[in-house]
Each structure stands twice: as C-alpha cells, then as structure tokens.
T-cell receptor
C-alpha cells in the first residue's frame, strides 16, 4: 500500500514550457486535491475532484488545468509555466462518502513535487 | 480573504516546555478542525482533529482546545521534544462532503535540546 505518490519529485522548467504532474493513490479514494505550498502562505488549493471524471476550481486555479480520467489518478498541468508557479506542489486524497468518525475527513498527502520555473 | 488565521509564524521552545499554537476562524459553518504536522521534505500528515461538539481533545502529548464562542482553537504540545520540530498547520472544513480544507499559514516550531 503506497498511499499517495507523486511524479516527478523535482523539476526545473523554463518560462513558457509545459509539464504535467502526476498523482496516484491506491486507497480507492473518491476525492483528490492539488495544493501549492509557498513560504509563509500555507497550503492553497489549486483544483480538486470529487470523483472520476469531475474537477473543480480551488483558491488559485489560474494557469493550471487538471484531469481525473481514472479514479486513482489526478493530473495537474501547466500549459505555459511562469516564474510565479515556482512552488512545492502537493497532492492529497480523501475517502469521502457518508459521515462516520472524524477520520473520514482526513486527507492523505503525497511527498510533494518541487518545481522551479526559470 | 484568509479563512483561518494562525499564529505565531514561528516558535522556539526549550525541550520539556509547552508549545502553543493558535488559530482563529470566521465561518461558523466550519465543523471539523484538524492539525497537520509537516517535516522538512515531506508532505503534511494529520496529527489530531476535533469537532465543535467538544471543547478539548487529547492524544498523548498533543491537545486541541476549542472555543466555539470565540471561534478559536489551539494546539498544545506538552513536554515538547526536539523530534516535534516541524511546521504545524491548522485547518478547517464544513460538513460538505467535498471535504475541502482551509489551511492556516503554518507555524514553524523549533524545540531546542
């Protein structure tokens, strides 16, 4: 049981280049999230998905696109990278469903992708 | 507009001391308040969480105190250890099944031996 994995771990891009970050989870979770973490800013939600084939915008969606073609995968795309997108990106997943104990709210995070845009 | 405000930004505590991190919120619809712990180079991991029907929850050396009327909650780390040195995030979410978490900006805790 690997939990939440992210690919790649590090990446350096030039301004204007594109790339896709892959998130995979093996917990059969319905909900998946993409966050970015910047110093002093906490974790900010970029996009999220409440199930296969669905996506929705979070707090800071501009410049990013996402797709959830398979339940276990959530892809984050940067079409034309900008220096402002230099950040650490975290993917998370959550079981969801009907309320049970507080654990049903728990989000499980991946190890992160450190992206630098020059 | 920041949904959850966290303080302090950084905290230095001596080994054996008590670490206290505070958070405040405005949205009264929030009904789940977790704390996440993050070590350098790792993703955040759930540490402890509370719902507003209780005023306190304790797990080992970690305690959440919740004040519903003041819309504040705090994390207390008793007998702080160097291994507790990490960044701590408070968060909040509503009863919606979307489970979207609103995070505070984080507190970097350093525990000196």
């Amino acid at each position: 049981n690997a939990g939440v994995t992210q690919t790649p771990k590090f990446r350096v891009l030039k301004t204007g280049q594109s790339m896709t970050l892959l998130c995979a989870q093996d917990m059969n979770h319905e909900y998946m999230y993409w966050y970015r973490q910047d110093p002093g800013m906490g974790l900010r939600l970029i996009h999220y998905s409440v199930g296969e084939g669905t996506t929705a915008k979070g707090e800071v969606p501009d410049g990013y696109n996402v797709s959830r073609l398979k339940k276990q995968n959530f892809l984050l795309g940067l079409e034309s990278a900008a220096p402002s997108q230099t950040s650490v990106y975290f993917c998370a997943s959550r079981g969801g469903g009907l309320a049970g104990g507080s654990s049903y709210n728990e989000q499980f995070f991946g190890p992160g992708t450190r992206l630098t845009v020059l | 507009q920041q949904q959850v405000k966290q303080s302090p930004q950084s905290l230095i505590v001596q080994k054996g001391g008590i670490s206290i991190i505070n958070c405040a919120y405005e949205n009264t619809a929030f009904d789940y308040f977790p704390w996440y712990q993050q070590f350098p180079g790792k993703g955040p991991a759930l540490l402890i969480a509370i719902r507003p029907d209780v005023s306190e929850k304790k797990e080992g050396r970690f305690t959440i105190s919740f004040n519903k009327s003041a819309k504040q909650f705090s994390l207390h780390i008793m007998d702080s250890q160097p291994g507790d040195s990490a960044t701590y995030f408070c968060a909040a979410s509503t009863g919606s099944t979307l489970g979207r978490l609103y995070f505070g900006r984080g507190t970097q805790l350093t525990v000196w031996p």
